[in-house]
């Protein structure tokens, strides 16, 4: 019975892994639609989030490269910076509202869903 209750559990672990990481590519995915469209994050961050885009040579300070992997705001005080709540509030809020660059602008007109999607999208774009 022992191994038959520990194969059912570790199935049961497997498909879960499995859901998961399917889940959070179709985030990625979606996030990537967003990225490239209606965020027009691209614009400033490049289209590989190296901070490379059109309209970065005019901005100062530079904008985040995403490759870099790291983020510097802890905007909801819990003592880690860079998590998907401190980056959902930098983009639906903008960085100056943390002490960041004005150049990088709240987006308050896109869902919360839709830039837990972005987010999943930029945290692949890490090197």
Do not use: W
């Not at 570790?10 to 399917?22: D, F």
């Not at 705001?73 to 003592?79: E, I, K, L, M, S």
């Not at 602008?105 to 869902?111: E, L, T």
Request: aromatic share 8%.
């Amino acid at each position: 019975m022992k191994k038959i209750e520990y194969f059912v559990y570790t199935l049961c672990g497997v498909l879960l892994l499995i859901s998961v990481t399917q889940n959070a590519m179709a985030d990625a995915a979606a996030g990537k639609v967003i990225y490239d469209g209606k965020g027009a994050c691209g614009s400033c961050h490049g289209p590989t989030g190296v901070g490379d885009g059109p309209a970065a040579a005019a901005l100062d300070p530079k904008p985040r490269s995403f490759a870099e992997g790291t983020f510097k705001y802890d905007t909801d005080g819990d003592g880690k910076a860079g998590t998907d709540a401190d980056l959902l509030n930098i983009i639906k809020n903008g960085a100056a509202k943390y002490g960041g660059a004005p150049t990088m602008p709240g987006r308050a007109d896109i869902p919360d869903s839709e830039i837990q999607a972005l987010i999943a999208y930029i945290r692949t774009l890490k090197n």
